[in-house]
């Protein structure tokens, strides 16, 4: 198996939603920060990747039909040019600023707390953090850096993914353009929006 899709996009823009119609639309497993706390294991590969050695990554993709949400977002750039027959999806919000407010209340007010050695977040909770300082903003917690950090990673892979490779997608674009993309047809069930704050915001402990 080799990776057909490679998620370009920040979470909170749909990424879950986008793991559960590739993982239905192609039959297999998509990769997910979820697999980071069933496999401790793979922060090392992720930390060796943030300091420039990504050699392990494409070993750590098998099996996966597709990654999506970081930190496999993150290396976009990496894991494209390692799987050069991929689509390339760049999920995103309706603005800037409807991503930093679900993203505040959600996974950036979650790394703001302190994590217990109990919680399954303890295994990657400094891998991210070094990550959000290194791929997206040292000042990931000022609403104005964060902004920013959004507009420019997007730009970024629309700079450097060539357009017939790239499919900027909402989770409200549905099952057409990313089934159009896959060469495969488009299934009669609903599109599984998944994740909303609300339901982060409760798994999570927040409320």
């Not at 990496?78 to 309706?94: G, I, M, N, Q």
């Not at 420019?152 to 993309?181: F, M, T, Y």
Request: charge should be negative; glycine fraction near 6%; aromatic fraction near 8%.
């Amino acid at each position: 198996m080799t990776l057909r899709v490679v998620g370009a996009g920040l979470g909170r823009t749909g990424t879950t939603s986008l793991k559960a119609a590739l993982e239905f639309l192609l039959k297999a497993p998509c990769y997910h920060m979820d697999e980071v706390y069933n496999h401790p294991e793979h922060v090392e590969v992720w930390r060796s990747a943030l300091r420039g050695d990504s050699a392990d990554l494409s070993a750590l993709m098998e099996g996966y039909a597709a990654s999506v949400d970081w930190p496999a977002g993150a290396f976009w750039r990496e894991l494209s040019s390692l799987f050069p027959h991929a689509l390339v999806v760049l999920t995103v919000r309706e603005s800037a600023e409807a991503w930093w407010r679900s993203a505040n209340a959600t996974i950036l007010e979650k790394n703001r707390q302190p994590v217990s050695p109990k919680d399954p977040l303890a295994v990657s909770s400094g891998m991210i953090e070094e990550m959000m300082s290194l791929r997206f903003t040292p000042d990931w917690n000022d609403r104005q850096s964060a902004l920013a950090a959004y507009e420019r990673h997007n730009e970024s892979v629309r700079q450097g993914i060539a357009p017939g490779r790239l499919l900027e997608w909402k989770p409200d674009d549905g099952w057409e353009p990313l089934c159009a993309r896959l060469d495969v047809p488009v299934p009669k069930t609903a599109f599984p929006h998944k994740n909303s704050a609300n339901e982060f915001r409760g798994l999570m402990g927040l409320d």
